[in-house]
């Protein structure tokens, strides 16, 4: 009797082991890292998001990985090295050279093909070109926004500026400038500065200052990005410019080498400065560190100062399928979905980050009518997009690592941009 | 049968040291080879498999050399100012002080907290707007202006460094607590009677008796400064300009932002080499003992 009750429970055993196993062999899980999901908003959007994905896929388990902003090219890149890269993460347009290069990208152009002729049309070209890698769409294109000039209306009038009148040159910009830096306490010391700006070597610097390299008519590189292009007069003259706005002007606030995207917009969410460059995100995370500024009523958007032109600096992000991925099908169900036209609007509703779908950006009245979207999408035909070469990110410390001499006084802005343009050509020709 | 034990029992030792020597092999050994062989192949595909290249380029870079030059103002400050406050904390810590685990554990707090969450902390604590320092010594009057602690050329590196004394003293002042209650008390007693100051007695006891010690922490914390990452990363990331450069801040920067694998891996050697040089004195003295 015994005997025959032992068998019987090592066979429910098994049997409970078999069916479990079988289970989870039917069930796909997948690895899916943002830098997004450490931002409370975000994360929420993105639960909602994988939600929905769950219930449609029934067979296919999400685990989300948040990853910090700063450091996800370094988790991705050891995690690709070593074979265990997220099945779909998400970086910047900017990296995916460095990506394409060392092979951490997979060829996505057979499950485009087989989604049918025109798949891709829905998205702007220049997303999709950036996406690719000879020839060959090696990721998906995510948000696709432009810089613009983020100003507060109540701060303007209590300057006797009219908030319906932003500054459309970086003269007249300055001239705001110079009237919002004032002391608003009357102890006699500047605490309320015209305008916030990185000055830190972290990523978005070379968004905020490309606005004023661009539209003063000069570049990074040359257009065949063999040389630097900033020996030029239009370029050495937007690097003053920039620079003088801190050293000259003072109508930034103090420290601002020290300054990352993060404490700049604390900055203008408390009051300390009237205007910055930001893009889709700037308002929600403005609102979220001071609710009290009413960040959605009191802000309002321009498109950046020009001088010479209209540009501005474009962000482009990208999702990427790991390689290494032992689920292409599966992952690529996934891509599909966080780039599709309802999530894509989904991500512009909950986060106000415009999409690099057409039929998204161009088209969806919920951007249309929004104060902040809708500058931007205006903004699209002037964007320009950084050097997408491998370079790029030791170029960019190079010229930071300059213009952070300038600031501070160890060199004048015209030999630190020598000295710049000088290494940058030693590292293009290695 | 009993040679066939003696076999056994002198050779039993290979299975208790085996597991430890492969775990350091694959831990130590294998990234240390693995960053050799990076360090002397060529940055660009071509015919040659094996080059120098990557540490005649670090000869010929002049942000290595002001990077090598702040590592070793950097590492000569902090480790200096780990001892002079080490040794001052612990001897305070030696004496007949109230309540002394409490004390203990309050000079032991800055040691706990991470390299990132301290760099995180100081630099808020020195932003020329929010900052608690400057607001302090504004109220006080001593200044009259925010002072850019981390954005000004004179002060960027010794802010930094004042940062790693607050965090590292903690780790110098246990060694040399230990060190000075290994002296026995009788001395400093004689000392006395035979009419010895408390410099004297500092001076010819005191430091003959930690002169161990010493060696231990001035080595050990070396290494760890010369290595200190985190905490420079999270302030300042090298700037303004290169003037908070280290070696460690460098060779993250090579490997995972400009991804020149090779050319970091030559970094990360000769760091270790000088590590290696540093590390002798060490060496040399536990062997003596041993």
Redesign the interface.
Known sequence: MRKIRTIGICAAVLLVAFSFSSAMAAQVSLRFSDWHLTEDVWNKSLNEGMDIFHKRNPNIKVTLEPVSYGEK??KY??ESMAGRAPDVFHVHAFSLP?FFS?GFAKDLTPFIKKEGPGFMDAWYPLPIKLMKHKGRVHAMPGDYMTMVLFYNTEMFKAAGLDPNKPPKTWDEFLAYAKKLTRDTDGDG?VDQWGFGTL????PGFSMRFGPFLWSFGGDYLTPDMKHSALDSPKAKEAFAFFVELYTKHKVV??????MGAQ?VRT?FA?K?VAMILGSGWTPPIVNKINPDLRAFEVLKAAPAPMKRKQATAIWLSSWVMSPNTKHPKEAWELLKFITSKEIELKWFVDNRVTSSRKDVSGVAPEILNDKFASVMASQLPYGKVEPQI??W??II?TF???L??A????KTPQKALAEAHKRINAILA? | MKRAIRIKDRHMWVFFVSPGVLLLILVLGFPAITSLSYSIKPEQAGPVSYTLSNYMNLLKDPFFSRTFWNTGIFVFLSVASHMVLGLAVAMVLNTALPAKPLFRLIALLPWVVPDVVAGIIWKWMYNPIYGAINDFLLRIGLINTPVEWLSNPALALFSVILVNLWRGFPFVMLILLAGLQAIPRHLYEAAGIDGASRVQSFFHITIPGLRKMIVVALALDIVWEVRRFGLIQAMTQGGPGVLTEVLSTYTYKQYFQFFRFEYASAIAVVMTVVLLLVSLPYIWMISQEE
């Open positions: 090219e370094t890149t050891v460095m060392k010391k000055g830190s070597k972290s606030p103090p420290g601002m080498t020290a404490d900055q408390q300390k491998k370079q990110p030791e410390d930071t690592t300059s952070q001499e600031i501070v006084g160890m290695r």
